[in-house]
């Protein structure tokens, strides 16, 4: 049985494939809102749609995946970051973290069952005692 997720998520990627991809394994999880950017300015542009994950590429132009989470961050700091490349390197996912990401995920490791992943763990926490 399918799962409904009441989640707001925005998916931010500059290839059309992987935004289609992302959008199509989140509501096949049963995210009800996807919403689909294909650069950094767009997403900062529309963060008072209130999203509740971000789903953001690290190598974008002209703003990097870290600049544009920095801006998403300083909107608030509640919001869900989860960095997606295709950097294997150890220093990425390490500097992501550092700067405020919920996750790190390397592109080819990108399956319905790691967005299930972090959605999971995201409910896990909003349950927890504040």
Do not use: W
Request: aromatic share 10%; net charge negative.
């Amino acid at each position: 049985m399918k799962s409904e997720f009441p989640f707001c998520v925005f998916v931010v990627d500059d290839d059309p494939f992987c935004r289609q991809l992302y959008e199509y394994n989140l509501k096949k999880l049963g995210v009800k809102d996807v919403y689909v950017f294909e650069n950094g300015e767009d997403c900062i542009n529309s963060l008072v749609l209130e999203p509740d994950l971000i789903l953001l590429d690290h190598y974008m132009k002209p703003l990097s995946g870290l600049d544009v989470m920095e801006s998403i961050k300083n909107y608030s700091p509640d919001i869900f970051v989860v960095i997606i490349s295709g950097q294997e390197e150890i220093i990425l996912p390490v500097l992501a973290m550092e700067s405020g990401a919920f996750d790190y995920i390397v592109k080819s490791d990108v399956t319905e069952e790691r967005f299930l992943e972090v959605i999971e763990k995201i409910q896990a926490i909003r349950q927890l005692p504040k």
